[in-house]
């Protein structure tokens, strides 16, 4: 394969002149073919990433080890690499593959819309497609949580949400109350509602939002009685990138019941906790109340296509949008409900229940946790706690920066500032390299791994990963330590 490279350029700026040609002599840049796509190696991958994606990110795979693993097929709760190695999945792509990898009947599914030759774009005619799934959506929700609004990410269906509450609330009660370490995606709208200095940067965000601890129900009444400008309030039900955090499970009557006080929208953010993930439906089930607002996204799309939905109580929807004069203000964006993604989701949501897969979240996770909690007590000085709901659970160590011998923390100093003071990075890539295992991180607590493995998990994967992580403990912190820094090396 020859891989042509973009004629070489004095700078950005210069203006390149037109060439006269006909349309037919346009010469065809140097692309690669999807054949050449799926045979690169490598470093030659490595080297696209740096000159087209993104260079930095590079750096913490390296870290990691992900830089040496090319995927070459994914299947069930695996993935495959070059050399025909099986990667067991306990990071789930954050909860996007609750099917696992390429379930064979959404990838039916796939293949039969496609050999019917069906429309996809959803804006001009009504699509079957796009109504069947906001019926089935409606169906899987309680209360009157039935007008749904499709896009195609997470935080796409999180501004929904926002700008829908914004309209419902009115023009004098525009602000949002959001919580410490909470997480709804990295566009602008939400961003204002994110609390993770990472990814708020020095972006100019808007409004003024006022920020809670997460599950303090008197901070929220504090705040709701001291500003009658709040209108909405926001929150994961389960915060995922702070750590898999719950509430008290008091916190969520109390808080229906004070939003209703004081006219107060609810948005409650599923995106990563809902669609089975916790054991039920929608996380907020399991405390018997609805929220006025709600999103899905991950694996809505079934891990194979981008899907994202808000979902919101029939009487705010109509406030905000409910006439022709404003139906226009937010109506789907050109991908919003496209067929082929539509028909993936609606295929998901009835495996969800046809496979018992719900269930299963919850049955797999408690099993998991007891595990967890063995190699608990098994190893008090390395993990510090264990806690979640159905199959989306967070281990957290101790900060082994205050744990480890004197004499070994300035080895781990010369680490990256992302991994000091963090057990996970060091335990993630030793599950990988030595034990065929991939779990994921989390942005705000970096001595936390998310184990949020697909909802086709068995027992007998859950005992895979456990065991898997208990020989790896067993050669103690300082091996682990003494290991990581020469993968770096090597
Ligand atoms: C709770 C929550 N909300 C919103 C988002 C944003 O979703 P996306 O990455 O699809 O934009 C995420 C993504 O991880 C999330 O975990």
Redesign the pocket.
């Known amino acids: 394969m020859t891989v042509m490279t973009k004629p070489e350029m004095k700078d950005a700026r210069t203006v390149i002149e037109a060439p006269e040609l006909s349309p037919a002599s346009l010469p065809k840049p140097g692309l690669l073919s999807v054949e050449d796509a799926k045979a690169l190696d490598l470093p030659r991958m490595t080297e696209l990433f740096k000159a087209h994606l993104n260079p930095g990110q590079l750096h913490f795979m390296k870290l990691l080890g992900f830089h040496k693993v090319k995927v070459e097929r994914a299947e069930g709760m695996h993935y495959i690499d070059q050399n025909g190695r099986k990667i067991l999945d306990f990071f789930g792509g954050?909860?996007s593959l609750a099917f696992g990898h390429n379930h064979p009947k959404l990838l039916e599914a796939r293949k039969k819309f496609q050999d019917e030759q069906r429309h996809e774009i959803a804006i001009a005619f009504m699509s079957q497609y796009a109504a069947a799934l906001a019926h089935n959506l409606a169906q899987c929700s309680p209360g009157d949580l039935d007008m749904v609004f499709l896009g195609s990410?997470?935080?796409?269906?999180?501004e929904a949400a926002l700008k829908l509450a914004e309209r419902a609330a009115g023009p004098k009660r525009r602000k949002f109350v959001y919580a410490e370490n909470s997480?709804?995606?990295?566009?602008k709208g939400?961003l204002a509602v994110t609390d993770g200095q990472l990814y708020r940067a020095d972006f100019k965000l808007p409004g003024e939002n006022v920020r809670v601890p997460f599950g303090d129900i008197d901070a929220i009444e504090a705040a709701f009685r001291a500003d009658p400008e709040i209108g909405t309030i926001v929150l994961?039900t389960v915060?995922?990138?702070g750590g898999i955090i719950e509430a008290p499970a008091e916190f969520w009557r109390k808080l229906r019941e004070l939003c209703d006080r004081y006219g107060v929208i609810w948005v409650a953010?599923?995106?990563?906790?809902g669609f089975g993930r916790t054991g039920r439906f929608y996380a907020f089930e399991h405390y018997g109340v609805v929220p006025d607002i709600t999103?899905l996204?991950?694996s809505l799309g079934g891990g194979k296509t981008?899907m994202?939905a808000m979902i919101a109580r029939r009487e705010i929807y109509m406030k905000a949008y409910g006439t022709p004069k404003t139906a226009m203000i937010h109506a789907a964006a050109t991908f919003g409900g496209m067929g082929e993604a539509s028909i993936t989701s609606i295929e998901a949501i009835n495996l969800l229940y046809d496979e018992n897969l719900i269930d299963n979240s919850a049955e797999t996770g408690a099993y998991l946790l007891e595990r967890l909690k063995t190699l608990q007590a098994k190893y008090p000085k390395i993990i510090k706690d264990v806690r979640g709901k159905g199959l989306m659970v967070g281990l957290e160590f101790q900060d082994f920066s205050q744990t480890l011998p004197v004499v070994l923390r300035p080895i781990v100093g010369v680490l990256d500032d992302k991994l000091k003071g963090s057990l996970s990075g060091f335990v993630g890539a030793l599950l990988l390299r030595d034990h065929d295992v991939l779990v994921a991180f989390t942005e705000y607590n970096r001595n936390v791994i998310r184990l949020e493995p697909p909802l086709i998990c068995s027992r007998a994967d859950v005992d895979t990963f456990v065991d898997a992580l208990d020989r790896l403990l067993g050669r103690g912190i300082i091996a682990i330590v003494r290991d990581f820094v020469k993968s770096q090396v090597s």
């Open positions: 954050f909860g990410s997470g935080s796409e269906a999180m997480f709804h995606g990295k566009t939400v994961e915060q995922g990138g953010d599923e995106v990563q906790c999103a996204a991950k981008a994202a």
